[in-house]
């Protein structure tokens, strides 16, 4: 539904529960965009000796701190339990292992208090972190329906048209690599740390975008992606500059690289918009905070383009208790049977 058409109830608050990679994360949001609390336990430092998250590390790394994580988002927001109104929980997609270290907390404590469990999709709540703005003072308008959303992240580009609240429509996703785990692959070819997506971004900004022609997957007739070629190119440019013994200008590659990225992202985007007569344009996921991508957006003025919170573009509970807020509204039912299975409600 609408905004116009939900009957909003006064101050109701929504523990949201995340963990579905390497974030373990809770938070506390009130009447779906204003943040009480917001607790992040980062595993970044612990992976980047794999170039890549270990699932078996994150999940017992999440055991280890998830109670510790929820009590400080409760206690930073100065709420008991008691004076919330449900729990969101990230169902899926994720790490098997991960997501059930989340689950099963969110669901002793539903059993414990009696608050009403809502599971979201990891997706899902990326779309709704667009929804939240932390400064006072932004007076950016809330994103209007219909809507043309792209989730950009490390597992996941997919393009969503939402017609109203939770009413998806998936018009296309990726075919192999996703766009940020292809900054990641491109980031280890270059020798550059991980994660990938900053890495790269830090690099380029000495670079020239213009020193490789990369290939652009357009795939034609389809609003799918594909960045594996793209990858590819990368690396066997590197093996014939490595053969002919020339210079690597690793900032340069990655500009290149990186505005190969952009322009597939940006362009398909807008084009979908189009044709499918969208209002606005919203843009979320961990690869939204890469500028190149923002500025390709915003230096056209045919859409009004949301983007989240820089703090906010990364995985977050944050994200889980504003789309909870939404399913609340709507009568969401307890879910204390849900499996790791994502919940993804398209049409």
């Not at 998250?53 to 339990?81: C, G, M, N, T, W």
């Not at 009696?114 to 007076?139: F, P, R």
């Not at 843009?283 to 991508?293: D, E, F, I």
Request: glycine share 8%; proline share 3%.
């Amino acid at each position: 539904m609408s905004e116009t058409k939900i009957k909003k109830k006064p101050s109701i608050r929504i523990l949201g529960i995340e963990t579905s990679c390497d974030e373990t994360a809770a938070a506390v949001v009130q009447n779906g965009n204003k943040v009480l609390s917001n607790v992040i336990a980062s595993q970044v430092e612990l992976h980047a000796q794999y170039g890549g998250v270990f699932p078996e590390v994150a999940s017992r790394q999440h055991v280890k701190v998830i109670y510790a994580v929820v009590e400080q988002a409760l206690k930073e927001a100065h709420l008991d339990l008691k004076e919330l109104d449900a729990i969101a929980v990230t169902r899926g997609p994720g790490l098997a292992g991960s997501l059930v270290v989340g689950m099963n907390i969110a669901k002793a404590l539903s059993m414990s208090s009696g608050l009403s469990l809502i599971g979201i999709n990891h997706l899902e709540g990326h779309i709704y972190s667009a929804w939240i703005h932390l400064d006072k003072k932004d007076k950016q308008k809330k994103p209007q329906f219909p809507l043309l959303a792209l989730i950009v992240s490390g597992g996941h580009t997919t393009l969503i048209m939402m017609e109203e609240h939770l009413q998806y429509q998936q018009l296309g996703g990726t075919l192999d690599d996703a766009a940020g785990e292809a900054f990641d692959k491109v980031a280890r070819l270059l020798g550059l740390s991980y994660p990938g997506g900053p890495a790269i971004q830090k690099a380029a900004e000495t670079g020239n975008s213009l020193s490789f022609n990369f290939p652009r997957a357009w795939l034609d007739g389809s609003w799918n992606f594909s960045f594996s070629g793209l990858k590819t190119a990368v690396r066997r440019t590197l093996q014939e500059l490595q053969a002919e013994g020339k210079a690597i200008k690793v900032n340069n590659l990655a500009a290149s690289f990186q505005a190969a990225v952009v322009d597939v992202l940006a362009t398909k985007t807008l084009l979908a918009a189009r044709h499918f007569k969208a209002r606005d344009i919203l843009v979320a996921g961990g690869v939204s905070a890469n500028r190149t991508l923002r500025k390709a957006f915003l230096k056209q003025k045919e859409f009004t383009v949301h983007f989240p919170p820089l703090s906010l573009c990364t995985d977050n509970a944050v994200m889980i208790a504003a789309a909870g807020y939404y399913h609340h509204l709507q009568g969401a039912h307890d879910e204390l049977d849900m499996d790791v299975l994502p919940n993804w409600p398209l049409t």
